[in-house]
Every structure is written in C-alpha cells, then in structure tokens.
C-alpha cells in the first residue's frame, strides 16, 4: 500500500510541476502583452504632449490615463500569474492537469485521470473491482508514464507569437527616440513635472557640443550645433573671451549633414558662446582655460672639474645649451608659472633626473660625463605638462692631448766626448702637466745586445700648472757606458693633469744619437773642410769669369758703335751671378761653422788652429763684399739711363773692377790660408787619433790581464776589439799618407822630412800587424802573447804620438821663422821708401813753378810708387800665409799709394806746395804702416808662434781684411793710370 502510495504523490508533483510552467509561461506571456501596451501608451502620450504642449490640467490628465492604463495591463496580464504562483489565487485541480498531459500524450489519453481517480476513490470500488486489480492497473500506468515530462504538455506558443509583437513595440518606441531625441525627452521632462507650468518651446531648439568644456590654453576647440523646430539655413555663433565687453559674431551655415560646424582657434582665455537665429537664442555655454605650467626662468652653476683651475661660473638666465669640461659639476635654479607636482630633465636616451620642488622653485644637480641632450618636463597639480619643451643640448668640450716637442737638438746628432746632450723641450696642454719622462734605448752596438724595452727618465716640471713651458734639460749619458758607434733612440713623453679620464699622454717625435767613432768624426770634418775649399774654389773661378766680362764691356765702352741694350743685358747677368756667388758663400759659411762646432765639442783641435778656423769663419761671412754688389748695380743703373752718361758709366765700371779685384784677391788668399789651416788640422788629427788609440790600447791590455784563460766569450770579445784597434791603425797610416802629399804643396814652408820620416817609421813598424797577431793569440787562449804584442803595438803609437808632436811644433817654427824674415825684409822696403818719399819732398817744396826739375821729380815719385806696389804685392803674398798681415797694414799703404798719386798730380800742374804737402801725408801712411809692421814683429817674437799661422793677438783684426786690400788695390789701380 505504501508503495502505491508513493507512486500517487510522484504524480502529483509531477502535475504540481506542470502547472507551475503554466504560471510562468502566463506571466512571461502577460508581460510581453503589458510591454508594447505601454510602450504604445508612452508613446501616445509624448507625442501628445509634443504636439500640443499641454498645461498642467493636460498633461495632469494624460498622466492619470496612462497611470490607470499601467494598472489595467498590469491586472489583467501580470497580477493573476504572479498571484498564482505566490499561491494566493487557487491553481487549476489535479485532474484537469491530468486530462491536458493525457490529450498531450495520445497512448495515455484518459489512462492518467482514470488511474487518478480509481486510486482516489479505491476503497469504495472495493465491492466492484478486485483490490490487486486496481493496483496492477495503477503499477502498468506508472510504468508507462514514468520516462514521460508531464511538464512537454504546456504548450509556449502564444509566448513566442506575442514576443515578437514586444520587439516590434520596443524598435518602434527607439526609433521615435532616435528621431527626435531632444523633443522626445523635453515631452518626458514636462510629463514627468505634470504640475508644473512650462513656457512655451521655442520654434529652433539647439542641440550644442561640446557644451560646457575645459581645455588647455591654446587649445583649439571644434563646435557643431543642430537645430530642431523650424528649419534654419544658417545661424550665428557668439563667442566672448574674458575682459571682453561684447560678443564676437560669427556666421554658420548648414553642413551638407545638416549640422552647422566651425572651430574656435587656440583658446587663450575662458570663453562664453551661444547660437543664435531668428532672434532665438541657445543656452550660454563656457569653455572653460586651464594654463600649463611654464618655466620662467631656469639658471644653471658650473663648476668645472679641479684640475682645470677654472672657477666656478653663472650662466646668464634661460641660458639651456651648455659647453663643459666632462667631471664638471651642474647646478640648476628653476621658477615656474604655477605650483607644479614634479620638474624632470628628461635626457635623449629616456633617462631622467628628478628635481626638488616646492612650490613654484625646482633644483637639482648632475655632473656632466658625455654629450647629451635634454628638456624640461614640468607636471602640474591637475596633470597637465608643459607643451612643446625646447630641446636643450650639453656638449662635452674634449680635454685636448698634451703635446711635446724636443726644440734642441730637434734632428738626429752625434754624441760627443763629454757624453752629455743638452735638450730643449717644448710642452703644451691646454690645463698643465702631472708628469713629464724622457724615454731611452739602446737600439745598436757593436759589443751589446739591443734593448727591447725603453726605460725612463723622470724629468723636473718646475712649472706642472701652467699651459705652455720651455722645460731644458742635460741628458748625460755617461751611465750608458757607450761605445763608438752605439745609437739610442729616445724620446720625451708628458701627460695632462685630467683626473676625470685618467691622464693622457703626447710623445714626441722619435730621434736618435750616435756616439761616432773618432775616425767618423774626422771623416765629417775633412769632407766638411774639403767641401767649403772646393765651393770657394768654384767661387774663384766664377769671379775670374766675372773680371773677364767685366774687361770685355770696359773695350766694349770705348766702341763707337757700342750696343747699350747689350751692355745692360751683360749687367744685369752678372748681377745674377753675383747673387748665386754669394748664396754659395753663405752655404759654405754655414757648412764651415758647423764643422768648427763639431770639432770644438769634441776638442778634436789645439786651441790655435781652432781659432784659426773660427776666425777664418769670420773672415768667411764678410767676404760677401757689399762694395761690389752695390757697384754692380751702380753700373746696372747707369746702363739703364734713359740718356747714358757715358763718363758716369766709366766711373762705374772702373769702380766695379777696383772691387771685383779686391774681393778676388781676398778670396785666393783664403783659399791659401784654409789650405794651410787644413795642413794644421790634419797634423792636430794625427795627434788626436794616436792619443785616442793609445787610451783604448792601454784599457785593451789591462781588459786583457784581467780575462781568466777559460772565459772564452770576453776572450772573443776582446778579440774583436782589438781587431777595431788594428783598422784604426791602418786609417791612421792611410791619414799619414794624405797629410805627407798635402804638404808637397808648399815643400818650403811644412817640415816635409820630419813629415815622410814620421810616415816611413810607422810603415815599417807594421803596427797593424801586431795587432792583428794579438787578436788572433786572445782567440787561442795565449793571453800572455796577446799582451806582449799590445805592448809592442802601444810602444809603436807613443814613438809615432812623439814624432808627430815634432812635427807640429817644426811646422810653427819653420812658418814664424820665414814669416818673421819675410815681414823683417817689407819693413825694411817701406822705411826705405818712407826716407825716399822724404828726400823727394824737401827737393820739391823749393822748386821755382817753371822750374825744369818738375818732370825729374815725377819720375822718382813715379819710380817709389812702382817700388811701394811692390811692396804691396809682396804683402799680399805674405798674407796668404799669415793673418800677422793686418787690414790697417794694407789700409796705410793704399793710403800712401794714392797721395803719392796725387802728389804726382800737383807736380804736373806745377805746384810745388800741394806736390809737397801730398808727399808728406804719404810718408805719413808709409811711416805708420811701418810702425803696425814692427809692433807685428814685436808681437810674434815675444808670443813665440802668435805671428805664424797660428797668430791669435792678430786674430780679431781680419774680419776688416777686405776692406783694407780694396784701399790698397783701389790706390794701386789709381797710381797706375795716372803715372802711365
């Protein structure tokens, strides 16, 4: 029973469940009805209202109609579902649910409702039916509706037909409102406010945007305005800015979208605006102006990095762009418009620096390390940021490389004797120094190995802080223990004082110095010397072209038919040739003084013949002779006259020729003399080398005692030495050789037997030898025999060091001796003259002017001026042999030369008293020139050799040397033409 029971109430919740469907389906059903009803009413309503516009009591009772029709759907269509299935409205009976899911599912049909009600009313049917029957008939029902959904009976039909009627309801009502939206909501406005009393609406209504906006300063603002009501083609839009009094007007005319639009331009301050049209006006909007924030002014401190000394500066306000040391130290100032939240320097690369702020004032600091760029970014309390930031750059201003330069020597250079090399050294940075070095290595030897590294030599900056400076220092060399022909390379190397980077460092250029060999040394100096004679001798020859043409346009002059412009051409030529004559002096004094300074720093002379090179150096620079340039082109300006003088070029040519011959003459006599100094250097050259090999000989032998028997590697580098030691000797007697042929060329005058004597000695010697056998004993271990060879070889150079000691003193003695003779036997001759001129005077001071004797007395004055020429011949010979021969000698003997001459002119005219007075100024010159030729004697007997060769208390004096021969050639050339 219980069981069947079961089944029972199963059904019943199943039907229970079909009903509730029914309820939902009828609200859903009765909503979707009231939906469009409404929608439909709403509608009614606004349209209405915005047709008629209503009063109060109007729009009161459209109100009320649609309020009672909300209430009328509401409780026909909505209110009986939702009291159904809230349970308060009673729900149709069991048994009609059953007949409608039995109609539902045709092979139940009425089995449901039959089975319902026999088991209802089965205690009654008891005495009809049997029991079990009526429970097999209910369990067969079960089972066949068990699988079935009662709830498939309740039919949605009418749901989906009315729902798609809804849909239609809502799109209509939208599309009212997207038609007239405005007209629309203003109806809903006054329905919604039904007692209250609205004016009437206007015939345009405006429709504005944006309306009421804020915007940036500068902004520009686009404005579109629709209308509704009565149509407008065009409208006006009214704009006034704050501080204005009136409004701007401006004319808008429809769109081809039926919108009026226009643009308000970089809104500067607030504005007001409306629209206008047909005296109807739109409500009064306002744009509303937001400043940015701006900077006013910014302000940056640089202070430069420590070691620049530069001090701190303050750039001029809004001064962005910055030229900087890198490591210089920033500092910003910054004012703004406005209150700001955050200032940042926004770098190039993204990064950012955040400043300080308070209120309107901003700062900060960096240190700039590289070029960048960057600008400001300025945010405000409202988020606004500055516009269009002006992009700044900072560039890093290079910290220059210092610089060095050796000034002194500034090429490569030989090392001499003293082992010390004096530098000047050029530095510059534009900041200073912290460190200054003189790098040095050996890079070739004869008896070393190279060195593969520099090593340095820290030198003294008196001055680190200052930006160019002269730095000198001596360099010794001495530690080095350098033998000849060693070379090292150096160089001086400086660094800045940047502490930022790191210092920097500039070398200079790369040199080397060469300790040379003596016999290199002497090797330069000879080719130097021979060099500067043969230059002077091309010169020689060049001068006697010079007096050729010179004699050639002095015949040309006397012809008739003379062609001047050819006469010109030849003048102007040897202008030229002059000139290159005395460009090749100069290059040959320049060479000469660089050989005298290479042989006094190494003290490769005695002190006498070094002076006589100086001073020959002297004599040298002034033997360019301005007097004959300046009467060449004195002759070149008379050629060039537009009417020739034919006198005045006579003057000119005989002048051009009394300075051509005086500067040939002093040329050949120094052409003589540096032949003869050459001798003496030579002589000195011997001295020196003999007394070089003799030292290395000696340190040779005390290397050699020293050397243990089985130290075969100094055994073989003092072989090796020794086998230098043995091609000096054989230089030495090449140089013998030479020096003995030089001396054939004035047999008379150099110690030639001592000479040859000294030569053949030394070849039979066969030093060479000797020392080649040393050399070859060291390399056998027979160090005892090696020694007793370099013994032999020492003995050898000391007999050959004293032979040429003799001979450099016979050379000075022999040279005084026939210089002494020769200056003995000229003075003689002139204080002869001097008493023969004196004669001549008192015999002509007393003589009648028509006296016959006239002609007599200017034959002797002829004769002793004949005689003086040749004592001014002899004396110019003379001072091709010795500088005892003094310019005021010359000088005073042209003197008499000339007045002789002009004494001769007196007598001619009969003028006893001029003739006299002429002949006695030039026993004057004579008697003076004597006295200069005595105190010359003087002076070489008490100063030994100072009057030979070797003379320096005459020294000083040559440098007026041509100009005294010019005088004496000048009154030489005068007396001739005249007592011809």
Do not use: C
């Not at 008196?462 to 360099?475: E, F, K, L, M, S």
């Amino acid at each position: 029973m219980n069981h069947h029971s079961n089944f029972y109430n199963e059904i019943l919740q199943r039907l229970s469940g079909v009903r509730s469907k029914e309820h939902r389906l009828a609200l859903f059903y009765g909503t979707l009805v009231t939906l469009p009803i409404l929608l439909l009413a709403f509608l009614s309503v606004i349209v209405l209202e915005q047709l008629f516009t209503f009063e109060t009591t109007g729009r009161t009772i459209l109100v009320s109609v649609f309020s009672l029709l909300v209430l009328v759907a509401f409780g026909l269509f909505i209110a009986p579902s939702i009291l159904r299935l809230l349970g308060v409205l009673k729900s149709e009976e069991n048994h009609a649910t059953a007949i409608k899911v039995g109609r539902h599912f045709p092979h139940i049909h009425d089995r449901l409702i039959d089975a319902l009600q026999m088991y209802e009313h089965r205690s009654g049917l008891e005495q009809f039916y049997s029991l079990s029957l009526i429970d097999a008939s209910f369990n067969d029902l079960y089972t066949a509706i068990q699988p079935l959904d009662f709830r498939e009976a309740v039919s949605d039909v009418r749901v989906r037909k009315i729902r798609k009627v809804a849909l239609y309801g809502v799109a209509l009502f939208m599309l009212v409102f997207v038609v007239s939206p405005s007209g629309f909501l203003d109806s809903f406005y006054r329905l919604s406010h039904f007692n209250t009393s609205f004016a009437a609406p206007l015939p345009i209504q405006f429709i504005i945007e944006p309306g009421n906006l804020e915007v940036v300063r500068g902004e520009n603002v686009p404005v579109t305005i629709r209308t509704s009501g009565k149509p407008v083609k065009s409208i006006e839009l009214l704009t006034k800015g704050e501080g204005q009094t009136d409004f701007d007007r401006q004319t808008l005319n429809i769109g081809s979208d039926g919108t009026f639009q226009t643009e308000l331009k970089s809104i500067k301050t607030s504005t007001e605006y409306y629209a206008n049209s047909d005296e109807v006006s739109s409500e009064k909007f306002k744009i509303s102006v937001l400043d940015r924030p701006l900077i006013r002014t910014f302000q940056f401190t640089v202070t430069p990095p420590a070691y620049t000394r530069i001090p701190l500066k303050v750039l001029d306000e809004n001064t962005g762009d910055l030229s900087v040391y890198p490591g210089t130290n920033v500092d910003l100032k910054l004012l703004t418009s406005k209150e700001v939240e955050s200032a940042t320097l926004v770098f190039h690369d993204s990064t950012t620096l955040g400043l300080s702020v308070q209120e309107k004032d901003a700062s900060g600091h960096f240190i700039v390390k590289q070029n960048r760029s960057y600008h400001f970014l300025l945010t405000d309390i409202s988020g606004l940021h500055n516009s269009d930031p002006i992009e700044y750059t900072i560039r890093t201003i290079p910290d220059e490389y210092p610089t060095v330069e050796i000034i002194q020597p500034g090429k490569n250079t030989d090392l001499n004797e003293s082992m010390t090399l004096n530098l000047f050294i050029n530095i510059k940075d534009d900041f200073g120094f912290s460190r200054l070095r003189l790098a040095q290595k050996l890079v070739h030897s004869k008896y070393e190995q190279p060195a593969e590294e520099f090593t340095f030599i820290d030198l003294p900056l008196a001055r680190p802080h200052q930006t160019a400076t002269d730095v000198p220092y001596q360099w010794n060399l001495s530690q080095l223990n350098l033998v000849p022909e060693d070379v090292v390379a150096y160089y001086v190397e400086v660094l800045d004082n940047d502490n930022i980077n790191g210092p920097k460092s500039g070398r200079s250029e790369l040199y080397l110095i060469r300790f040379p060999s003596l016999e290199e040394v002497f090797s330069d100096v000879s080719e130097s010397h021979q060099q500067s004679l043969e230059s002077m001798q091309s010169v020689a020859k060049e001068t006697e072209q010079l007096s050729k043409d010179i004699e050639q346009m002095q015949r040309e002059m006397k012809k008739p038919n003379k062609n001047d412009w050819q006469m010109q051409k030849k003048a102007d030529e040897m202008v030229k040739r002059y000139e290159a004559m005395k460009q090749k002096m100069e290059e040959t004094s320049q060479k000469m003084n660089e050989m005298v300074n290479k042989m006094e720093e190494n003290k490769l002379l005695s002190e006498k013949t070094l002076d006589k090179y100086s001073e020959m150096q002297k004599l040298l620079d002034q033997l360019r002779s301005p007097e004959l340039m300046e009467a060449l082109k004195k002759l070149q300006e008379k050629m060039k006259g537009q009417q020739p003088n034919e006198e005045q070029q006579k003057q000119a040519m005989e002048q051009l020729k009394a300075n051509e011959d005086a500067f040939r003459k002093a040329l050949e006599r120094m052409i003589e003399l540096l032949k003869r100094i050459h001798i003496e250097q030579k002589i000195d050259e011997l001295v020196k080398r003999t007394q070089e090999m003799l030292k290395q000989q000696e340190q040779l032998q005390q290397q050699t005692a020293q050397t243990k028997q089985n130290d075969k590697l100094k055994q073989n580098e003092l072989a090796q030495k020794q086998q230098d030691m043995k091609k000096q000797a054989e230089d030495l007697q090449k140089e013998a050789s030479d020096l003995t042929k030089k001396m054939e060329e004035f047999p008379k005058e150099m110690p030639l037997s001592e000479m040859k004597k000294a030569e053949q000695n030394m070849q039979q010697k066969n030093t060479p030898s000797k020392m080649q056998k040393s050399s070859q004993q060291m390399q056998s271990g027979d160090m005892e025999g090696s020694k007793e060879s370099q013994e032999q070889a020492e003995d050898d150079m000391k007999e050959f060091l004293e032979q040429m000691k003799q001979v450099q003193n016979s050379l000075q003695s022999k040279q005084q001796q026939q210089i002494v003779n020769e200056l003995k036997k000229q003075l003689d001759n002139v204080v002869e003259l001097s008493k023969r001129e004196e004669d001549l005077k008192n015999q002509t001071q007393g003589l009648d002017p028509n006296s016959q004797r006239f002609r007599e007395n200017t034959q002797q004055q002829s004769d002793i001026m004949q005689d003086l020429n040749n004592v001014a011949n002899a004396m110019g010979e003379l001072g091709k042999k010795t500088f005892a021969v003094s310019p005021e000698m010359g000088k005073e003997l042209g003197n008499a030369m000339r007045q002789m001459n002009e004494a001769m002119g007196q007598m001619e005219n009969r003028n006893p008293g001029g003739a006299g007075q002429k002949q006695g100024e030039g026993m004057g010159s004579l008697n003076r020139a004597a006295m200069q030729m005595q105190n010359a004697l003087n002076g070489m007997m008490k100063g030994g050799g100072g009057g030979g060769m070797g003379m320096a208390g005459l020294m000083s004096q040559l440098g007026q040397m041509a100009g005294g021969q010019s005088g004496l050639n000048q009154a030489t050339q005068q007396a001739a033409g005249s007592g011809g």
